[in-house]
């Protein structure tokens, strides 16, 4: 038996290949991790009948196999997950998929939204590379600091009055 490729750290058998075999997976993260399985594991109809009805109509399954013959698949990488538990109607999963082209080293990073159709969950659409959250983080001048204006006087006697 082998690992499987999603990361969870138990047997593919346990994992990811119900799944590829029919069973329906649970929450928006499993079915985010039995995607990324499904590339490493030549499941490539499996990604298909996972996209969202109205996804399918752009999904070209030719360009699919050929750019994931290409890959070699090293891991996955769940930054955050957002709602996508079995009570839910809707989830997001963040991830990054570490893996080679021609040797080189790539990540696809995305921000996947996933919703639940009659009790099963489908990949509706993604947001590539997705901005960091920003946290401005001010400086406080105390009173007795010398001023911000640069006059050598304290903040307090001079842009502080």
């Not at 499904?38 to 009948?49: P, R």
């Not at 639940?116 to 901005?131: C, L, S, T």
Request: proline share 3%; charged share 30%; glycine share 8%.
């Amino acid at each position: 038996m082998s690992l499987c490729p999603c990361g969870s750290r138990e047997e593919y058998e346990n994992c990811c290949a119900p799944f590829h075999n029919g069973e329906i997976a649970p929450t928006a993260e499993k079915l985010m991790r039995s995607r990324y399985s499904a590339f490493e594991k030549e499941q490539l109809g499996y990604l298909e009948e996972t996209l969202s009805f109205a996804s399918r109509k752009d999904y070209d399954a030719d360009e699919t196999a050929q750019w994931a013959n290409q890959a070699r698949w090293d891991s996955l990488e769940i930054v955050k997950t957002e709602g996508g538990q079995e009570n839910d109607d809707t989830g997001i999963v963040e991830f990054r998929a570490f893996f080679k082209i021609n040797g080189r080293k790539q990540v696809h990073h995305e921000r996947s939204r996933f919703t639940k159709v009659e009790g099963r969950w489908y990949y509706e659409d993604g947001e590539m590379n997705p901005a960091q959250e920003q946290r401005i983080v001010a400086n406080k001048v105390g009173r007795n600091d010398p001023c911000i204006c640069g006059s050598g006087k304290k903040f307090k006697k001079c842009c502080g009055a």
